[in-house]
């Protein structure tokens, strides 16, 4: 009986140190994402936490959680992002340089995340 609290303080310890390693290699990602968006997206879209857009008709990115849940941009990240001007060039990203766009993302939010487009709406009585 004696080995049952060493085994659960191990793997307390083996979730607490993976959690740890998973934040950390997130917030590694960040820099890599913030130059990639400052060298591709930077000459339309304000690109930080404050700032307006060169480009007017740009969203600013820090703003893009109230259109879309910024996991979900991945797969336009990886397999080229189409939109309806032709101005915008079309960009494709090889998946660490994905992840590391989407940590950045998501670190400068500032606004109210969109609702979630996988969950039922609500039902009003």
């Known amino acids: 009986m004696k080995r049952l609290p060493i085994f659960i303080a191990i793997a307390v310890a083996i ?3 993976a959690a740890t390693t998973a934040a950390s290699a997130q917030s590694d ?3 890599r994402g ?5 060298r591709h997206c930077a000459g339309c879209h304000a690109v930080r936490r ?6 007017p008709a740009a969203p600013a990115f820090r703003d893009l959680n109230m259109r879309y849940h910024i996991d979900d941009l991945a797969e336009a990240l990886a397999e080229g992002i189409l939109t ?3 101005a915008m060039p079309e960009f494709k990203f090889p998946p660490r340089d994905v992840k590391a766009v989407l940590a950045y993302l998501k670190s400068i939010q500032t606004l109210q995340q969109a609702s979630d487009p996988h969950e039922p709406e609500p039902v009003n009585p």
Request: glycine share 10%; no cysteine.
């Open 84 to 86: 309806g001007h032709p």
């Open 50 to 55: 404050t700032g307006q857009s060169p480009n």
């Open 34 to 38: 913030a130059i990639l968006v400052q």
């Open 29 to 31: 990602l960040r820099p």
């Open 15 to 17: 979730a607490i140190l």
